[in-house]
């Protein structure tokens, strides 16, 4: 089956809105094993959007609309499609009922242009909105079937996955069943190790990537859904095998929830002491509901003196090594485990840029430090192409990563633990610093 | 002049990449006075492609192009486009060699492949990419014109300012200035009052809103840009007539720029005391560089114990009010200040849901607090259709513009005061709660 999806609106046109509707469509579209040939942005005008309808609903079997169900006089979608696809449309009561109704609720009128939105199709059918006024609709003539569905992004959703979804798989005669695997490490070498697996019928996997990790969806066509589960889990294996403990969880918004689970699993909590990242991992851990259950103090020691007055660090320690060092991240992160009596501490030091570095430490070296217990663990981060946004994104995932690891009980990868009793000695900093020089 | 902007790439069509760059050229050539009329996004298939660009160059003035320009064996816009253009493609030495060093300054060797994007049109021109490997491509045929630009966004964006615009703006024989009005307030409501100036053909206006504020970009057509800043001041006049002082800054990233250079130019420092917002108004200080000079400590509060011990709060103040609540907004922020030696302290604490909330503080109840000199602002936010997100985002949001308006030394609308002698006086404190409370 093959499909085209167009979005109507002289807004966007304009570039007064991003468009996110097309990608989401493409993915779910996809998922069904559905083929999206072209995706196109028409403006309000009837003439124009006329002749695309007559010359795609040749060239596909399914046309997916979004927007121009609104109630202004250039919201013309419906009438147009309805004509191409030789059908007319009806007022419908109860959609009437529906509109007013929520108007009145609201405490406003209708005017008479809100009669436009219940119209419904005489042949095809109209599809329920239950988050906004305008019902979508769906029209078919000689197999060819065309789907609208409201532009705002909420509204499409919700009707995509109540109504619009189902049909489809009613009509492709199957059900589907998904599961997304959360997977840390660099997005272009991560892609090309997983790179066979991408190319399957079914399930498809594809890949998404983020700053630091990315996200692997595996989808199965199946006859029933414990089937497509089995056919998932099967697949998924592939992608273990392949990446080991790099897959982190499945099915989660991102790390901060994975953590945030993990601590309270294991009954920690957990304190941040944050310079160049100023607070991101603190608002990436509380982005999380129920985070107060193992977050309770985060210190952003933006300051040299701050971080000597809130986490304790030594200002000696600060003059001798430089205050983007390793000896630093590792007072940091035992000062803020001890300063919140948190289980796990986590320290971010760094230079963030656009001005700062020096030989040493150029605009992108961050160090970061992760205490658990009588250990403190300390890594180095190198942003190469660093911009301030860029290196302060790595460096809170690269944080929440070993604070992950400690949770589980794991020793980081790539890190120099330093002993909670060495912590002031001369020596035992000395040698921590110098392992992360010249790497 | 008409346009139709067409991103080339399989991995749009899957979904597996949002498509910003349609976005950005819509709102560029706007600017420049040439009317979108379509926008389309077509797979890596040659077929396809060429039946488009056949219908398409009769259908406008330009057709810009971004994607398929890179070294493999599907990347064909290039040679597909220049053929309906009535072009051929020919070697170009100095294309070549910028090719193979900029791999031998990676490590990498070129493949055969590689060739393919050192190859320029014969009778149209190339456009020299300064960012990456692919060449752009200009090509002409009786009047009609097509630009092909690399899909990277980095790369197009590049492109597009050192390249293709001054070339559109030659060809239109003007030249283009801008300002960019910041204004903090609701969206629609904002969108509605200035409706009849985003009518206009020369200084174009148009709005684009985010969480709390909007943009309002100004863009003048003139022979000279001397001529072009003129017309934009006069019309940005309009703006600042309608909306006072909600415009708070022209031609910066955010409310947290301003704020930032604010705070310098009057040499004052900031400290934070979050509780529901947990390190994001931290986090927006500390995005702008250099932010150090004026923001050093911030404090994540998140428990009751943490406003205590880390910024003052008293204990029978929470057990008293709630730990939502007018009085202990103020003495975060009053706290905050002082634990940090700021002059100006501000302070979140709410329920930013989605569980959490009761009677009295419904779930998108905030309280904020706001210090400087003898005197704290307190203010109520009641966030109606709460999620988490919009909760924590709207109450960074407001608390950014608190801080600005004391940075300006403004009394900020909205706000209850509560002289510093007065903080831990039960009468005084009861009379604040008082005011906030079925609010």
Redesign the interface.
Known sequence: MTAEIISVGTE?????????N???????L?ELGIT????????DNQG?LAD?VN?AKNRCDLLVFTGGLGPTADDLTKETVAACYGDTLVFDESEWEKITGYFARSGRVTTPNNRKQAMVPVKGRKIINHHGTAPGAWFEQEGRCAVLMPGVPSEMKAMWNESVRPLLMKRQNCTLHSVTLRVLGGESSLEYQVRDLLENANPTA???CKTGECEIRITARAASDAEGEKMCREYAKKFYDLLGDAVYDEDVAGLEETLVRTLKEKGLTLS?A?S????????R???V?G??EV?????????E??KAR?VGVEPDVIAKYNVVSAPVAAQMALGAAQA?GAEIGISVTGVA???GGDALRPVGTVYLGAARGETVYVKKLSVSRPD??LV?ARAAQAALELALRLAQGKVPAGTEPLARDAQHSAEALDKLNEVFLGH
């Open positions: 966007l046109l304009l570039g007064n809105i991003l468009n996110t097309a990608q989401y469509l493409s993915r779910e996809a999206v040939q072209r995706e196109s942005t028409i403006g124009r695309f010359e594809a890949i998404y941040t944050e160049c990242t100023g607070g991101l991992i603190a608002q851990i509380t982005s509901p985070s107060s977050f309770g103090y985060g210190f952003v020691t933006y300051w003196a701050a809130l919140a840029g656009p001005t301030r946004a302060r």
